[in-house]
């Protein structure tokens, strides 16, 4: 058994002082700590579970449509060196077969297990973001490979997946979703609601029927009105959703951001970064979904000027939520891991716990990004 040592840990009942964790193995077999609610100090030492993206399409110059394993191993690295320990590799809407290969290399990434990536974050699943969205909202998604929900190539991207797809961003207003979304409700897959115009009502109604979240909510749906509420009222306030938000201060407004969490909670709320391929590299021309994409000032942009992505870190999503929020360290964990693992069924990450994967970040005070630790085994960030 080795062991790790902290000032505080976070934990899923409460935050302990002067920690002590035993890994074996790669699995957390020991807490010792003694519990506490003092308030932390801003320099202290706080050991948090490592985060969980659901919504990563690349970083370090590489795309999850690449269809290589090189390129996944590019994503895990890059992302890994800001806090990221599990991740769903994520397709753009494309043609059936540009996402089948990617579908298929993902899969073969998994089946490699351990071993496939030493370094990098843990691929816990695929993200199908698209093809079926909706027209009108595209985003950075290919306006040209848009197309209506079809639950025979459904099917046959969970075969290219060998049931690897965890998550599904579907326009859930077609009356085409419906097979689509009853087939995720009885096979754990979580379905997104996102690239959509569906309204309130609408989603309201699919709501009362099962869990549904919100693809990188305000993003690509109807805007909120206080006459016009659009879906966004209803993904924050009920019980059966979860929200996805991009926490750069680019897609949403801080403010925005401290509103969602204040109406939804830290229980229905997850940090995500959207990160396209230039995450972790410099300013310059990079592709998404086959289109140029120019990323300058903290932004990547279409060349119409499209938000295309980000090029966000986790940990510069949680730093950002701490800020803008004032949460405390329990809330921030839930927002940047527990929810996420928890939303695709995943117990093993996502928390500090005995028998779950010894995955961590330490975090000064719980904002600055000091060690990425997975299975047990520190990164060199
Ligand atoms: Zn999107």
Known sequence: MTTLDAAFAVTPQGILARVTVGISDGIITHISGDPTHDVIPNDADVLLPGFVDVHIHGGGGADTMDATPEALQTICRAHAKRGTTSLLATTITHGEAEIARALVNVADAIDAGAAFCHGGARIAGIHLEGPFIHPLRPGAQPKEHVRV???DEWLRHIEHS???????????????????????????????????????????????????????????????HHRKPGPVPTFLTHPNAMAELIADGHH???????????????????????????????????????????????????????????????SD?????????????????????????????????????????ADFVRMQGGTTHNATIIGGVSIDI
């Not at 939804?264 to 995500?272: F, L």
């Not at 405390?328 to 996502?350: E, F, P, Q, Y």
Request: charged share 15%.
């Open 149 to 151: 929900p079809n639950h």
């Open 162 to 224: 060998r049931g690897n797809i965890k998550r599904v961003t579907i326009a859930a207003e077609y009356a085409e979703a419906r097979p689509i979304i009853e087939w995720c409700w009885k096979n754990n897959v979580t379905v997104t609601v996102g690239h959509t115009t569906i309204g309130g009502d609408q989603l309201a109604a699919l709501l009362s029927e099962g869990p549904l979240d919100a693809t990188h909510l305000f993003n690509a749906m109807d805007p909120i």
């Open 252 to 314: 949403v407004h801080p403010d925005v951001i401290k509103m969602a969490v204040a109406a939804a909670g830290p229980d229905h709320i997850m940090a995500i970064t959207d990160a396209m391929a230039g995450m972790g590299q410099g300013d310059g021309d990079y592709v998404l979904g086959g289109h140029p994409v120019k990323v300058a000032g903290g932004k990547a942009l279409l060349l119409d000027g499209t938000l295309a992505g980000s090029i966000l870190g986790m």
């Open 317 to 357: 999503a949680a730093a950002n939520i701490a800020a803008w929020t004032c949460c405390d360290l329990i809330s921030l964990a839930k927002m940047t891991s527990t929810n996420a693992a928890d939303r695709i069924g995943r117990t093993d990450i996502g928390r500090i716990a005995l028998g779950a994967k």
